[in-house]
């Protein structure tokens, strides 16, 4: 059985930065596509950033490129969400997903009905 578990949410000034980590649990990490989709209050889940673990497909959404970066630490089977520069838009629930797939699925994976695993999410608060 596949978990994702999250952590490194809280609370922070405007400007600051947070990292998020996603370890995953369960099966091989790899040949996987993973993304960081979040949720504010009152609105649809949205991604935020996805890649893929076996190399490339990497995507940032508009509103967080130049501000937030994903990586990968295979060796410790977990993923990464550096967030920096945060606004107040930028609170809401984070949540990891994940899917085994190919590359080539992956490319197009922004949509958070083509994750089947997710992780319970951390909370991000930002105040101005």
């Known amino acids: 059985q596949v978990q994702l578990v999250e952590s490194g949410g809280g609370s922070v000034q405007a400007g600051g930065s947070l990292r998020l980590s996603c370890v995953v649990y369960?099966?091989?990490?790899?040949?996987?596509?993973m993304g960081w989709f979040r949720q504010p209050p009152g609105k649809e889940r949205e991604v935020v950033a996805r890649?893929?673990?076996?190399?490339?497909?990497?995507y940032y959404a508009d509103s967080v490129k130049g501000r937030f970066t994903i990586t990968q630490d295979n060796a410790k089977n977990t993923l990464y969400l550096q967030m920096n520069s945060l606004k107040p838009e930028d609170t809401a629930m984070y949540y990891c997903?994940?899917?085994?797939?190919?590359?080539?699925?992956?490319?197009?994976?922004?949509?958070?009905?083509?994750?089947?695993?997710w992780g319970q999410g951390t909370q991000v608060t930002v105040s101005s």
């Open positions: 890649t893929y673990i076996g190399g490339g497909a990497t």
């Open positions: 369960g099966y091989t990490y790899s040949w996987y596509c």
């Open positions: 997903a994940a899917r085994s797939s190919s590359t080539n699925w992956c490319v197009s994976a922004i949509d958070q009905s083509q994750y089947n695993n």
